[in-house]
């Protein structure tokens, strides 16, 4: 089957703009969560959403924000961008959560370089 | 926001050679994961280990859970090119949901 697809792959964003990035999770999986990457901080969990519904939080600025679609494609925004948001963007998904004993399946990511 | 701390950060070994790499939290795991992530790619389970004391094998790797379940390693025995990548350790808390808490990871480097 195929894996979490998410777009774009690579993009390069000035400073004071804002970004979109996409996630497309495995199908039948209803739970999206996204990561910060960075060679500084490693990974950081941003937020989940669970059949629409943002079900935690990670520790980030108001200008991280998110959303899920019926479909459960999700999508991130990041809006005012910093120097220090440039980062690789992961999304992951999963059927449900890990009480369940479901495993969770991550992208190849989206590298975010801000300049 | 739980701490979790891998060692070493950095470990470039011959093809053949044995190594450990460590997980360590100040707090007590719910549930702990180790993933390897590949240059380009995404973070791949490798295995989730839960009660203290557990070991588990994968092939030429072997994780193991502290008693305490404050710790856990991961050994790969005769290492190879293939086991090349970023090692992440990541704690589950158990509050619903899918929120890991990741360790800083071990960079391996296997040389031919």
């Known amino acids: 089957k195929a894996g979490v697809t998410q777009t774009p792959r690579y993009l390069i964003k000035t400073r004071g703009q804002q970004v979109t990035l996409s996630c497309s999770p495995i199908?039948?999986?209803?739970?999206v969560s996204w990561y910060q990457q960075t060679p500084g901080q490693g990974l950081q969990f941003l937020f989940e959403?669970?059949?629409?519904?943002?079900?935690n939080k990670g520790n980030f600025p108001g200008r991280f924000s998110g959303r899920q679609f019926s479909n459960s494609r999700s999508e991130m925004n990041v809006s005012t961008l910093e120097l220090g948001d440039s980062a690789l963007y992961l999304c992951a998904s999963s059927l449900a959560d890990m009480s369940s004993g479901n495993t969770i399946y991550f992208g190849e990511g989206s590298w975010l370089t801000v300049v | 926001t739980q701490l979790l701390e891998q060692s070493p950060q950095f470990l470039s070994i011959q093809e053949g050679e044995n190594l450990t790499v460590y997980c360590n939290s100040s707090s007590v795991f719910s549930s702990l994961q180790w993933y390897r992530q590949e240059p380009g790619e995404g973070p791949v389970l490798l295995v989730t280990?839960?009660?203290?004391?557990e070991v588990k094998k994968l092939k030429r790797l072997t994780f193991q859970f502290g008693d305490a379940r404050k710790d856990s390693s991961l050994h790969i025995t005769a290492a190879q090119p293939g086991d090349t990548g970023l090692y992440l350790c990541a704690e589950y808390p158990g509050l619903g949901g899918n929120q890991f808490y990741f360790g800083t990871g071990t960079s391996l480097t296997v040389i031919p």
């Open positions: 280990v839960v009660t203290g004391g």
């Open positions: 959403y669970f059949s629409e519904t943002q079900r």
């Open positions: 199908s039948g999986h209803r739970s």
